[in-house]
């Protein structure tokens, strides 16, 4: 995720073992009230069942989940925060996603069941569900096949990621993508290190992929005064956009706020951006400007 928000069928897929999993009948009837309310931890399982329903996808970590309006995606959305991300932003607002033991093993039955009861509110609304973390790519089975399920209920997807591990996604995986929210946090392969403690090329990588395949994007960047804000590091953002063709619908400018902080303090990691204020109204249009001048729209 951008690090600027704050979060709150088939059985035929089954590759582990009866015993891991619940029926799916017991995950119909619960509610769906936001956190992780309704799912069911798949306490019981040892180690090594547990790593390896999490490489076939049986398992998900997830950290939480909700239901929101236009946040993460077109229409009313089901967001699912993954846990476990592989980058260190200096900006991030949930450093409580990072770790993936953190989060909550889910079952894939009982998210394909939330994603079928809520079906036709998301048809309705033009909306769907959307993947985020943490890192949504870090746990590619799970993601892709609660993916395939809802292309299969012809429930809209949306992938929120870096692109960081590009390539954990297999091109048959980014078919079942409909929209990427996809983070450039930097144009400059410098500064998306210093911003985030790793490389920039599996985003634009990951971006050109999509875009080879007419998928949907919509870029997103955060605007930090002094870290990101450059005049020629706004430009090679634009240029990585270009290099997303028509992909891109538009790109959202995020400017950095302190909504986060707390969280760090919380987890007692020194926090890069104590005094760090957010962009000026004259650098927000600045820099909508200049995304503007390479003939995108910006929000
Ligand atoms: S560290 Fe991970 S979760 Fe936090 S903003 Fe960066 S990519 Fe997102």
Redesign the pocket.
């Known amino acids: ?3 600027m928000e704050n979060n709150a069928q088939s059985t035929g897929f089954r590759t582990t073992t009866q015993h891991m999993l619940k029926t799916s009948k017991e995950y119909a009837s619960q509610t769906l009230m936001g956190g992780l309310s309704g799912f069911e931890s798949p306490v019981g399982l040892d180690r090594r069942d547990r790593i390896r329903a999490l490489k076939t996808g049986d398992i998900g970590f997830v950290h939480s989940w909700d239901i929101n309006t236009s946040v993460d995606g077109p229409g009313t959305r089901m967001t699912v925060f993954m846990s476990g ?1 592989p ?3 200096q ?5 409580d ?2 770790k993936m033991r953190d989060g909550k093993p889910v079952f894939l039955d009982a998210m394909i069941k939330k994603v079928e009861r809520y079906a036709d509110l998301f048809k309705a609304t033009h909306g769907g569900i959307t993947f985020s ?3 949504s790519m870090m746990q590619p089975a799970f993601v892709s096949r609660v993916f395939h399920a809802a292309k299969q209920m012809g429930v809209h997807t949306c992938l929120d990621t ?1 692109g960081f591990l590009n390539r954990n996604y297999t091109d048959e995986m980014l078919d079942d993508i409909d929209l990427c929210l996809l ?1 450039v946090k930097s144009g400059d392969p410098d500064i998306y290190e210093k911003v ?1 403690g790793g490389v920039l090329q599996p985003t634009i990588d990951f971006g050109q992929r999509l875009a080879a395949k007419g998928k949907k994007i919509w870029v997103r960047f955060v605007l930090v005064p002094g870290l990101t804000d450059g005049e020629e590091n706004v430009d090679k953002v634009a240029r990585i956009c270009q290099s997303f063709g028509d992909s891109v619908e538009h790109i959202d400018v995020l400017p950095f706020h302190q909504l986060g902080r707390p969280k760090w303090h919380e987890m007692r990691i020194p926090y890069p951006l104590e005094d760090q204020k957010g962009p000026s109204r004259a650098c927000k249009e600045r820099v909508k400007e200049q995304f503007e001048s390479y003939g995108f729209t910006v929000y």
């Open positions: 995720m951008t690090g991300c980058l260190r932003c900006y991030c607002q949930n450093p996603t990072w973390g943490g890192e870096s983070d985030t």
